[in-house]
């Protein structure tokens, strides 16, 4: 997860601001990038932010059109995360889960 992607001009992305923890309370704006190996066709990826309770907060569903074995894939989540605890952005490609990437929030309050 990172603040923003850049695309550089020799087709390389440069990834800004790269975190995996936030903070209670913190809206946050952030880029989850994805490279897949795939062979030629079309696929459908679906990228849910789970809460610490298991409840789906927030989902990303697409269309993948892939046209070589080598493919990025960026979609852009923008949450307030009001509980603290592990989060998990679960990763879908054709209706199966691939894996599920854990999120530390934290509490701001210092006592």
């Known amino acids: 997860m990172c603040k923003e992607v850049q695309e550089l001009s020799n087709g390389n992305l440069n990834f800004i601001n790269i975190s995996s923890q936030f903070y209670n309370k913190e809206i946050a ?12 066709g079309v696929y459908k990826e679906k990228i849910t932010l789970i809460d610490p309770s298991g409840e789906a907060i927030s989902s990303s569903e697409k269309q993948l059109e892939a046209q070589n074995y080598f493919f990025t ?31 530390i929030v934290s509490s701001l309050d210092t006592q």
Do not use: R
């Open 73 to 103: 894939s960026i979609t852009t989540f923008t949450i307030e995360f009001e509980k603290t605890g592990v989060y998990y952005i679960s990763i879908e490609l054709d209706d199966k889960e691939f894996m599920k990437i854990p999120v």
């Open 29 to 40: 704006e952030f880029d989850f990038a994805i490279s897949w190996i795939l062979q030629e």
